[in-house]
């Protein structure tokens, strides 16, 4: 392409690298440069602190989980609102923003009393969930919901039916007929909403702290471990683990992202 | 002949909508209906009186102040990003689109972090700032600047697909007119994308009134000073003063089902003027 | 306003759009850009409006700010504003020296819609009019600003047929009355017959014929414009002695220039094609293989005796009846007016 025909190239890319340059890349400099400072040894005993490994490992695999659930799920609902269009459709289909939009300290603070032991649910329930590990999980779950649904529906929004109604009349059954023809056209959506869910579980914090408890060694998650480190004015401390948080979510992504195939396909983040 | 196998059989129809609706109604309404059930579990009264406590009003006026903030400059960039990406090829595009999302990826606390070792007393501009008397962390424009870093995509990417959608050939026919590069901007493109822009902006604000991590971190959790309204739910219910907490919650909660509302229509607007972008003119 | 074109190129990337294009537009004429997808004709149109910029040659064109008029195949109107936004935009945008008071404004709007008999059509929004409607306001809108050229961009390509046939007898009045320079895009060989006074013929980034619509259609310049423009019947053959060889007729030709046993073609007119039942030197022989008769003149359709190639000939028919074909019959097909161009057998540009 040449010249851009288009007026205002230069404006909007100079606004866009300052702004950027300024609000995203010159904090996250602040944070390497500050983990840089660190001397190794220093690094080393922070990677392999036991209570950051136990944080990790929690919420790696509550994120997975939620992920997971996630997926299941946010494939069905979203099946079910562009397919079935049940009665109600439209509220319902507003309702799936809603962990979006709700503060999370509030999502934290009611999934607490719900799923304490006298709480809604947890007096039904013969276990423990609310300050346990699936207690995260749980809220893990809650946060994660629209991300599937909403990377899967406009998809499932613009398959053309023909394509099912050919496989149809060449006598193919239907549960042949979603695995063969409708899934190959999920992949990438489903990629990429089982990618944001885990990428938001990774990073959740006011939704867990509550159900959580926080108690070391069994509930707690990464983040939290930054704050406390924070208050005690431990910013190096509190660095290295962002650090390492950061490097696992990354990797994860692009991980993510490789392995769903395809030349050049970037997975979107957002 | 047989009936062709075009969609599942009503049975499992049924069977799968009641799961999906049970995973909604369990995961979705159970939650928001405990808010409220919890804030008026001691009464009316009590409910009101804890909304109209004075550091419950500051709280609230700082999550506005702090919003408004942050959607204005979110705003601003989101238009220039989203022109950029939208009518331009170049090479590096797809990067700087992946860097644009990149706040997606940040944990809310890891961002109030990064803002700390910049403004904070022991950051980079630490000293400069305390020389001057520019209070930065533990005060409104950190919050605001937090809150924008963890918002700042969603402009950007609900006006840029809108933009792409409506190719380059109303600019180049106003251009023949006559009409110069700021004309047709605001003539033209962007009234032509004013959907995309509102469901962006509406996304960031709900995003922003909602942020509890990031400035967690960054403003010190100051009663009545800086701390935003999540945050002062957050400490109500550490001093177990659960119903003002879940009165404050449920304050949030119905502007969280306002934003719901708004969305769901603004995208539906965004959709049908996409759709007549990019079909026959 | 004369516009003029000299060595003019253009590329991208690895394409070649333009090729040292030159071309000279006298004012108050109404020319057409015709030819194939990809000939250059659009990019050749772009560049005379300023939406695109040559890398090579020069542009002669005394154009300031919004005296250029441009009609998109697309119409490009403003969606978001009304048929009388649209229209009186360009009015709007102007330095507040050169601008008409609004009163002003409107008068010219609405006299501007009367023209293009959308009078009604101010408060509408462009989703509610019809494709032929829609493209009338972006005439409109072109229009009111009193532009110095006029330039059209496939106009009609997105609309349905009888639409299309109205609409450009509508845009030929309209420059008759106006006298406004036009240039329009076309791959339509039959609109620029029938609307312009110029017909330029392009073909892979090169002019292949420049010249009134009768010069092009009666005497083509290249086997090129030949295909293109009308139906053509296309023999394949070698010279020989002077004379085309084909399949054992021997073709007279007019002028020399080729060698002798150079492979070349002859190139005809259907009507210029008559059919015999007795062998008459310089004709071919053929089989009858289709009878048309539905239309203003019968069609015969022909397969050469001796290589199978297929031709057409227009016949009246009154000629058809005095002759009682029936299919499978042999009859002798002689030309009487053709062109020879050199060259082996094989399309000359790219479908």
Redesign the interface.
Known sequence: ?GR??????R???G??LA??GL??????A??VL?AASASPPQVWAAARSPRLLAALRLSLLAGFAAAAVNLL?GT??A???V??R?AGA?L????????????????G???T??YMPDG??GRWLPFKVAFTPLGVFVAL??IG?PFVVRTVQPVLLELPPEE??AA??LG???PR?LLRVVLPHLRPALFTGFA?AL??G?????SVI?ISANLPFRTEI??LL??SR?EQYD?LG??LI?CI??VL??AL?LALQLLQRGPGR?V??? | MAE??????RAV?VA??A???A??GG??????A??FA?ALAQGWRVYLAALREPEAWAALRLTLEATLGAVLLNT??GL??A??LG????PGR?L????????????????G??????F?A???LGPWLIDRDIRIAFALPGIV?AT??VT??FVA?ELAPVFQAQG??????????????????W??SL??A?WGLAYGVI?CT??A?????AV??VSGHIRGLTNT???H??TL?NEYQ?AA??AC?SL??LS??A???L??WAGRRRAAAMQ??RS?? | MTLELTAVSKRFGAFTALDQVSLRIPDGQLVALLGPSGSGKTTLLRIL?G?ETADQGLLAADRG??????V?Q????????SVFENVA??LK??PRRERPSRTGIRARVQAILDTVQLGWAGPRM??QLS?GQ?QRVALA??LV?EPRVLLLDEPFG?LDSQVRKDLRRWLRRLHDQTGVTTVFVTHDQEEALEVADRIVVLNRGRIEQDGTPQEVYERPASAFVYQFLGQVNRMQGRMRAGSLEVGGASLAVAEGGLAEGAEAAAYLRPHHLQVGLAAVPGSVPAFVRRLHQAGPFARVHLEAVHDGTELEAHLSQEALDALELRPGQVVYALPSRLDIFPGAPGPDYVI
């Open positions: 392409m851009p025909r288009l007026p205002g190239f404006l909007s890319l606004l866009t702004w950027l609000l995203v890349l010159l904090p996250l602040a944070l500050k799920f069905l609902l099946w079910v609102l397919r079935y049940p439209g319902l289909d507003a309702l799936v923003d809603l962990p979006f939009a709700l503060p999370t300290a509030v999502a603070i009611a999934l009393r719900i809604w649910v779950v809650f919901l099912e109604e149809a009349c193919a059954s239907r007929i944001l990428a938001r990774l990073g959740e914090y006011g509550f990464p983040p930054i704050v924070l910013y509190a660095t962002a948080l950061l979510s990354f992504l970037a979107r983040l957002g | 062709l196998a075009r969609t599942e059989p129809r799968l909508t799961l999906a609706l995973f909604l995961f979705l309404v159970v939650p928001l405990a808010v919890e601003s960039f220039a990003a022109w950029l009518k331009f090829q170049f797809r700087l689109a992946v860097l644009i999302d990149l706040p997606f990826a940040v944990s809310p606390v890891v961002a972090l990064m803002f700390m070792l910049v904070g022991q950051g980079w600047l924008t870093f700042f995509p990417r380059g050939e109303q600019e180049e026919a106003a251009r023949m007119l006559g009409a110069s590069g700021w004309q047709t901007f003539r033209v009234p032509g004013r996304l709900a995003r009134m909602g942020e509890f991590g967690s971190v309204l999540p945050l739910v957050e219910y659960f907490a879940f919650a949030l909660s969280a089902l934003t719901v509302g969305k769901a007549t972008s026959a003119p | 409006a939406l700010r919004g005296q250029v008029g441009f998109f697309h119409y490009a109107l403003f969606k978001h504003m935009f360009g945008v102007r462009p989703d494709g829609r809108r072109a600003t997105a």
